[in-house]
């Protein structure tokens, strides 16, 4: 290949680092006994272009609620009598990863009704309209995210949005309400979704949480977004935390867990908010930085 490629590859990595928030690693952080950096983090969510892309086995995490993402970007579907949820479309090229994953579980990608979406970066709605092409379904957009979902256009598609929200709307089909919290700060329309469900004739609470990971630089505005942010996120009820990366919640390490007839890994009520602890120390970290003197 020519040395153009390569040279174009680098060029799209490091616009896709910047973009996620690359930049200085500090400051450091140590939460529950873990050092945590900003690379660190955003390569523990990332991995790497091959994680991004490769199928991770298909599973059911509790209920209705099934796992169809990649290694570390989170895609889940919600199984309905009246047809089905799926929330993160992903990257674009990850569509047909995703409508295996559905169909490995026996599910008819066909069935998806309504696509919802965490916030509004590549990695996680690129794909909307390769959905919305597919399958008809109604996209779902939290309005202060639309301009950066509009900007989002693969090979040139416009994005689609069938339906805007507002903090607190809910979502319903086939007996399932998906209720919508504005947890801004990553991004202005940052959406935490939270959902019931009985499961071994028990209910549950399930929060789909939002990246909360503050950049490099925080405006006073994203700073507001954010304190707000944590004390939301912090007062939903919750036994199920889950994430738009996998690594979130410990995805892999739970799944490994799966056995029949043992406790369900994913019901962890005791480390629902071990990512926002994360995030928050980091968040307050960076701001101490910030406003430190700057010696000459």
Same mark, same amino acid.
């Given at each position: 290949?020519?040395?153009?490629?390569?040279?174009?590859?680098?060029?799209? #990595?490091?616009?896709?680092?910047?973009?996620?928030?690359?930049?200085?690693?500090?400051?450091?952080?140590?939460?529950?006994?873990?050092?945590?950096?900003?690379?660190?983090?955003?390569?523990?969510?990332?991995? $790497?272009?091959?994680?991004?892309?490769?199928?991770?086995?298909?599973?059911?995490?509790?209920?209705?609620?099934?796992?169809?993402?990649?290694?570390?970007?989170?895609?889940?579907?919600?199984?309905?009598?009246?047809?089905?949820?799926?929330?993160? #479309?992903?990257?674009?090229?990850?569509?047909?990863?995703?409508?295996? $994953?559905?169909?490995?579980?026996?599910?008819?990608?066909?069935?998806?009704?309504?696509?919802?979406?965490?916030?509004?970066?590549?990695?996680?709605?690129?794909?909307?309209?390769? +959905?919305?092409?597919?399958?008809?379904?109604?996209?779902?957009?939290?309005?202060?995210?639309?301009?950066?979902?509009?900007?989002? *256009?693969?090979?040139?598609?416009?994005?689609?949005?069938?339906?805007?929200?507002?903090?607190?709307?809910?979502?319903?089909?086939?007996?399932?309400?998906?209720?919508?919290?504005?947890?801004?700060?990553?991004?202005?329309?940052?959406?935490?979704?939270?959902? *019931?469900?009985?499961?071994?004739?028990?209910?549950?609470?399930?929060?789909?949480?939002?990246?909360?990971?503050?950049?490099?630089?925080?405006?006073?505005?994203?700073?507001?977004?954010?304190?707000?942010?944590?004390?939301? +996120?912090?007062?939903?009820?919750?036994?199920?935390?889950?994430?738009?990366?996998?690594?979130?919640?410990?995805?892999?390490?739970?799944?490994?867990?799966?056995?029949?007839?043992?406790?369900?890994?994913?019901?962890?009520?005791?480390?629902?908010?071990?990512?926002?602890?994360?995030?928050?120390?980091?968040?307050?970290?960076?701001?101490?930085?910030? $406003?430190?003197?700057?010696?000459?």
């Amino acid at each position: 290949m020519s040395k153009h490629f390569f040279t174009a590859l680098a060029l799209a #990595s490091a616009a896709t680092v910047f973009a996620q928030g690359g930049g200085p690693d500090h400051p450091s952080v140590t939460v529950h006994g873990q050092v945590y950096t900003p690379r660190s983090i955003l390569a523990r969510n990332m991995g $790497s272009t091959d994680d991004q892309t490769t199928q991770f086995p298909p599973h059911k995490i509790i209920g209705n609620i099934y796992y169809v993402g990649t290694k570390t970007l989170s895609s889940f579907l919600i199984v309905t009598p009246q047809g089905d949820i799926l929330m993160n #479309s992903t990257y674009e090229r990850n569509v047909p990863v995703i409508q295996k $994953s559905v169909s490995d579980l026996g599910f008819k990608f066909s069935d998806v009704k309504i696509l919802l979406g965490n916030h509004a970066h590549g990695d996680h709605q690129e794909g909307d309209a390769a +959905v919305k092409q597919l399958t008809g379904a109604q996209v779902v957009a939290m309005a202060e995210d639309l301009d950066a979902l509009k900007a989002i *256009k693969p090979g040139g598609k416009e994005h689609p949005v069938d339906r805007v929200i507002h903090d607190g709307d809910s979502v319903s089909l086939g007996g399932t309400t998906l209720v919508a919290h504005l947890t801004a700060g990553h991004t202005p329309g940052c959406t935490t979704w939270t959902t *019931k469900v009985r499961d071994g004739g028990k209910d549950y609470n399930v929060v789909f949480h939002c990246s909360y990971r503050a950049g490099n630089t925080i405006s006073p505005d994203a700073a507001r977004q954010f304190e707000r942010t944590f004390k939301v +996120v912090r007062a939903l009820p919750c036994d199920v935390p889950l994430g738009d990366h996998g690594a979130q919640y410990n995805m892999q390490e739970k799944y490994a867990k799966l056995k029949p007839g043992a406790p369900n890994p994913f019901i962890d009520k005791a480390n629902c908010n071990l990512e926002t602890d994360i995030q928050e120390a980091m968040f307050k970290a960076t701001l101490a930085e910030q $406003s430190a003197p700057k010696t000459q």
